[in-house]
């Protein structure tokens, strides 16, 4: 146990000094180690939400916003299979997550179910094991009533899907805002959880996360005013949305979408050259500068609504048609807003709305505190365990806290490259992985001591010492680890901080407990060849 090859020397000690080579940049500023050769490590630990401050918001997909459209569509839907097929029918309504219609003629009743299983075909969402879910279903009460009800395991499925088209949707616009580090992520069935370290206007944040952003293009109906659409009824062709002026101004415009944002390509802040007021311009791909330059080549003269989640941004009426595929939005937007808008239209539209169901925000001051208060307990503990192990153990303890030093190193070294957020548990991991580091070295002292009471010479013993407290070691290490990979498995946030570095604190303490601590008193051995142990 006591002899070393001279390439394993080499790769101890190359591993001890990378580990203090990637810590490194954690004792320097940013700017300045930006300034540093490619060659020299350049990562540093980034701090999590409790440490530099920040917002941690908790969204929820709302249900509803997906169950409406996907009814209404199947409504729709019923309309035009009962038409194509020459299927008369009547009372044709939604009924919560059903639609129901009745056929006026009975023998039809049967051709009718057939021509609308058609809507609750299986679909596949699992290529590999082959598995199938029905999103809807069709009852018949032998009456002539057809009720097609949306399934709950369709629902589910939508759901899910949704959350995970609303994280990209979240996280592209969280990059636009040029935040570094954030964290998003799915907590259940249908929450997703975002932290934006060191973010300092979060409401800027719920903002941009509140809005659905879908975007929509839309003629101004000309068969009467707004108001008097509001007085009467507006036509069923027809509805009135609301501007975002203050106070908002009524607009009737018609319901189909001529053209739609999921066919913009780009969009960026600008300003309009004649008022120097700030704008969005916008431009489509080749079907969307298709669509759009027909439209605007039917409807010159007619106002031209620009839709945002149900409000209308502004109506220009088109002078002329618009060909290049690009075009700009006008609203008396804000430098802010102009730029915030913008943001919403490259990362595009969610899928569903998203409700903010819970909100913290934590200032840097007591962030500056958590971190003045983790690296005292640090510290103190740190300086405790040094104490104790050169007061116990001589020239042990101290070749024990080399050891320690390494492993802190390596620790540190490795979060750094890996880019992990450090937080306060992370904090509190460092800190038990400095007893349970101490706790390795104590087993092989404590077994050293006890051979030599056993008779052995002083190298015999520390040898056995080493040999024997290595089962030991691994088995308390192993269980630890165990515990930690659960830890990251079922939990998430700052308590899958905890478990990463616990397990790779464990990794590093088995490392340098049985190749650093041992090189260590291998050297000492070759040197001083002793007669006794001086623990």
Known sequence: MLHFARWKIVLILLAVAGGALATLPNFFAKETVARWPDLMPNSQLVLGLDLQGGAHILLQVERDSIVEPRVDTLRDDVRKILREARIGYTGLAIDGTSVRVRIRDTAQVDEAVEKLSELSQPLNVNLLGGTTVRTIDIDSDGDGLIRLTLSEQGITRAVSDAVEQSIEVVRRRIDQLGTTEPTIQRQGQDRILVQVPGLQDPQRLKDLLRQTAKLTFHLVCMDMSAEEALRTRPPADCQVLNSTDDPPEPYLIERRALVGGEDLVDSQPSFDQNTNEPIVTFRFNTSGARRFAVVTERNVGRPFAIVLDNEVISAPVIREPIRGGSGQISGGFTVEGANDLAILLRAGALPAD?????????????????????????????????????????????????????????????????????????????????????????????????????GRSAIAAIDAGFSRALATILDANITTLIAAVILFQLGSGPVRGFAVTLAIGIATTVFTAFTFTRLLVALWVRSRRPTAIPI
Do not use: C, H, K, W
Request: avoid cysteine; charge should be negative.
């Open 354 to 454: 998203l409700t903010i169901i819970e909100e913290r925000t934590v200032g840097p001051s007591l962030g500056a505190d958590s971190i003045a208060s983790g690296t005292t307990a640090a510290l103190i503990g740190a300086i405790a365990v040094l104490v104790f192990m050169i007061l116990a153990y001589g020239l042990f303890g101290i070749f024990a806290n080399l050891a320690l030093a390494a492993n802190m190193g390596l620790v540190i070294g490795l979060l750094s490259q890996l880019g992990a957020t450090l937080t306060l548990p992370g904090i509190a991991g460092i800190v038990l992985t400095v007893g349970m580091a101490v706790d390795s070295n104590v087993l092989i002292f404590e077994r050293i001591r006890e051979e030599a009471r056993a």
